[in-house]
């Protein structure tokens, strides 16, 4: 018999502390992929959806979406990383750190931070340092994630144990790479859709995004295989409805970019996410929830050294099947059933 030719991805002990892991496959974004993620998620930043907008204000042209990037550069990490993950748990540390365009060639390379084996010895959390980087070597994206994977041999002992100890949050002087600079006098707020720049907002500001999207399955194995993410537990629904849950569960990016897009109405002129401080899955989503979303602003910020942009710091909160009229988040210590998703990120806005 030949040698086996297939892979089955990792498992939690074949990871080791400080293993540096290059990615397949290197990727080209197109205008096609930009619309297909439009399509799929009806995002309407005017900064993403209009060349001319773009150039007016100082952009070379449209940039593709910051989450989109995100996503592709993620899709690579999965068959290494994630492809026997049980669940992704969180993120941290996200800085966008130069623009993507049409054409550019992306591809990631992560490194393992640390290891801890969870106390049944049948799972265990892996945490990554993520990079993406352009067709010039230029870093794109850098990223921190954790990752609750399975092991193959319960009896198998892990290749170390160390939690990293990660930033709560980007600082504001680290902000604004992949932003340049605008002409805000230039920047259309009718045709933005928004009058509201970052002026008109203040910490501890509370917005209801007002409407829901219900999520069907076709279209999030689609936008998962637009990032060429190959985790099974999203498509594979023979074995998962066997599973834990008895569905195939929605990648957890899937509701990051509904809310981003649902934000729209309230922050229509927050252009650009430069940074995601932390996130963190609550409870899964799937086909046939209905998601909405609410924001807080927990900061704003002007950023060393810019007069044409400052940042609001928002909690992001998304829920299934609850409208966000009554701003639901925690109940003590403990999350509203309804909360899906708790995003903590850094916004740029026009002043």
Request: charged content about 20%; overall charge neutral.
């Amino acid at each position: 018999m030949s040698a086996p030719k297939t892979s089955s991805g990792n498992f939690f002990e074949d990871f080791s502390l400080g293993q540096k892991i290059p990615h397949a496959t290197p990727r080209t974004v197109t205008a096609g992929d930009v619309a297909l993620y439009n399509g799929l998620f009806g995002s309407r930043f005017a900064v993403q959806s209009s060349d001319t907008f773009a150039q007016k204000i100082g952009y070379a042209r449209s940039p593709v979406d910051d989450l989109l990037v995100f996503h592709i550069v993620f899709g690579k990490t999965v068959p290494d990383v994630s492809l026997n993950a049980v669940a992704n748990l969180g993120y941290a540390d996200c800085r966008f750190l130069k623009a993507v365009y049409p054409g550019d060639t992306l591809n990631a390379e992560s490194e393992v931070i640390g290891l801890k084996e969870n106390s049944n010895r049948k799972t265990g959390i892996v945490y990554v340092r993520s990079r993406g980087f352009n067709q010039n070597g230029e870093t794109v994206l850098d990223y921190a994630r954790w990752v609750m994977v399975r092991k193959r041999d319960e009896k198998a002992a892990p290749q170390g144990d160390k939690v990293p100890t990660l930033p709560k949050s980007v600082d504001v002087a680290m902000l604004g790479a992949a932003c340049p600079p605008i002409n805000a006098a230039a920047y259309d707020d009718s045709l933005a859709g928004s009058p509201h720049r970052f002026g008109d907002y203040k910490a501890g500001e509370k917005i209801d995004h007002v409407v829901g999207i219900t999520v069907e399955d076709a279209e999030h194995m689609i936008a998962t295989r637009l990032y060429q993410n190959t985790a099974r537990i999203h498509f594979d629904h023979y074995t998962e409805s066997k599973g834990r849950f008895g569905h195939r569960l929605i990648y957890g990016g899937h509701p990051i970019s509904l809310a981003r897009a649902l934000s729209f109405n309230g922050l229509g002129n927050a252009f650009h996410v430069a940074a995601i401080n932390g996130g963190r899955h609550v409870a899964p989503l799937f086909a046939g929830l209905t998601v909405f979303a609410w924001s807080e602003v927990l900061a704003t910020s002007d950023i060393p050294g810019r007069s044409d942009v400052g940042a609001l710091r928002l909690r992001t909160v998304a829920t299934k099947d609850h409208p966000c009229a009554d701003f639901p988040h925690k109940v003590g210590d403990e999350y509203d059933p309804a909360v899906i998703l708790d995003l903590d990120y850094w916004v740029l806005m026009p002043k």
